[in-house]
Structures are given as C-alpha cells and as structure tokens.
C-alpha cells in the first residue's frame, strides 16, 4: 500500500538535492527559469500538491490568469545572491487546516489577476543591501484593488489510496477574470537515470486519467464533467536547456506551451504520457455582483 499525503515539496529547484555543478552552487545551476522545462533527479515540486511517500506518483495544482507569461506550476522566490536578505519565497500560501492524521487538508493560494512580477522582484531585491527592507510581492502593486484569487484546495480521505479532491476559487476583485485550472497528475522522472524504474504511463479513459506503474500498480484521477485533458513527458526540453535534441516532441514544458503559447503540437493529442491534467477555463464572479450569463 502506498498511501497518498502532502509529501510532495514546495520547492525542488536550486536546492542541493539537484545541484550537479562542479562548484557546488545549487542556486544558479538549477533555476526557477529552468525548472518548467527541466526534470528533477531526486523529488518534485507543486502547489497544493500530495504525493505517494517516494514522490513517485504527484498530485499538484496549476493555474493560468491569461497574463502571465509561464504557467503558475510552482512557488517562485529569490536565492541567496538575489535577496538583499538571502533566500525568500515571493508568494503567498496558507496551510489553513489538517487533521493529526491527514485525513483532511485545506491550503489557499492567492494568485494575482495580474501579470505575475517575477523580473521586478528581482531586479528590486538584488538592487538593495541588507539594511533595506525586503522588497515583497504586495510592494509590487499586484494586489492592488484585491485583484486576485482566492484558491482554495481541500482534500479528504476515504481510505490510505482513496482522496477526494476539491478546487474552489473566488474573485476578490471589482470586475470579471479569467482562470485556468489544471489540476496536474505525473510521474517523477526516474526511468532514464541509471539503475532507473521502468517507464510508468498515464493515459485517458472515460471521465478518468489512468496511472500505472510497476510498484504502485493502478491508480485513477477521476473528474467532474467532460474537461479537456492535455498530455506530455515528465522530459527534459533537452532544446530549450542544453541546445541538444529532444528524444520527445512531448517534453515537461508542454502543458506550460501548449496553455501559454498555444503550441498545439506541444502535447500528445494520443492522450498518453507521464504528465496530464484535466484543464478547465471559467470566470469567477466578482464579490460585488451577482452571477451574470458566463460568470460562475
């Protein structure tokens, strides 16, 4: 048995579990930048997200505000060169609530209808010393007018293997905006390194996606509806990272191209691979008014 629960990290790029660099500098040789289209060796990352104990099969949120100019797959922050006090997540997310036994969870994530700051955050930070403040993501004016969402993931236990999951979202903003979910299923990258597992599948079958995999056997990501289900490979974009060619059309940064970019080739229109989600586009009403035709 393998049972599911919040094993799965908050951050696995530039840290020293993924750090090959002859110099040992974990910051720069695995960046934020590099982690949407780079596999990870010893963990993964996400946003909400739950996983079996060896992170092998992973659960995690992903979300799109049509602005942004990558995919939100993962909490962005700055690394020690970069803060003018070391290391800091810019992001803002509470773990509200979790029985002894993790039977049920709540955390929110608050996601700005605006463009996300990564660039100004950067720049800002690196540009004072120790004795300024820290320059956050509510100095960034992204906030402003409460324009953002509020969401919220809650998960429940019917047994060790058996999870509900429940994604609400609300518009805390004046007027409507537009929110792509992806509730993300994948499989961590462990088939090509040496020693490395045989390749594990994901694939769609009717209203579920199916996950095999030699140790943990079957499992099913069933879903409400009929949503649009976007598939690639947990693969490194051997192109975008290295400039060598890719084994794969699909590789890690497909759902992020597809979604953002609008690549169509950039995922499996097969529906198989090791990283699928269920997409859905909808529009959270703002508190002020009542649903209108198109706002949910």
Request: with cysteine; aromatic share 12%; charged share 25%.
């Amino acid at each position: 048995m393998a049972a599911l629960g919040p094993y799965l990290s908050e951050r696995q790029w530039a840290t020293v579990r993924e750090d090959y660099s002859p110099g040992g500098d974990a910051w720069s040789y695995f960046t934020h930048d590099q982690a949407r289209s780079r596999a990870y060796r010893w963990g993964e990352d996400g946003i909400a997200g739950v996983s079996d104990d060896k992170q092998r099969l992973c659960f995690a949120l992903a979300l799109w505000n049509g602005r942004d100019p990558i995919l939100k797959e993962r909490m962005f922050g700055l690394t020690n060169a970069e803060g003018n006090h070391g290391e800091d997540v810019k992001e803002y997310y509470f773990h509200l609530d979790s029985t002894p036994t993790h039977s049920y969870m709540k955390y929110l994530y608050k996601y700005p209808q605006g463009a996300f700051p990564y660039e100004d955050l950067v720049t800002v930070n690196r540009a004072r010393g120790p004795h300024d403040p820290e320059y956050k993501l509510l100095d960034t004016g992204v906030f402003d007018e409460h324009r953002y969402f509020d969401v919220f993931v809650e998960y429940a236990k019917a047994g060790p293997e058996d999870l509900l999951i429940e994604i609400t979202a609300h518009n805390r903003g004046p007027d409507e905006a537009t929110l792509h979910l992806l509730p993300t299923l994948w499989f961590q990258h462990t088939w090509s390194w040496a020693g490395g597992t045989a390749v594990p599948g994901l694939r769609r079958t009717d209203g579920a996606i199916l996950a095999d995999h030699e140790e943990l056997g079957p499992r099913r990501l069933y879903f409400a509806g009929e949503p649009r289900t976007l598939f690639t490979e947990n693969d490194t974009n051997n192109e975008r990272i290295f400039g060598s060619p890719n084994a794969t059309p699909y590789v890690k940064d497909g759902i992020d191209r597809y979604v953002v970019h609008g690549e169509t080739g950039a995922v499996n229109p097969r529906q198989t691979g090791t990283k699928a989600p269920p997409s859905t586009t909808f529009s959270p009403c703002p508190p002020t008014t009542a649903p209108p035709y198109g706002c949910a």
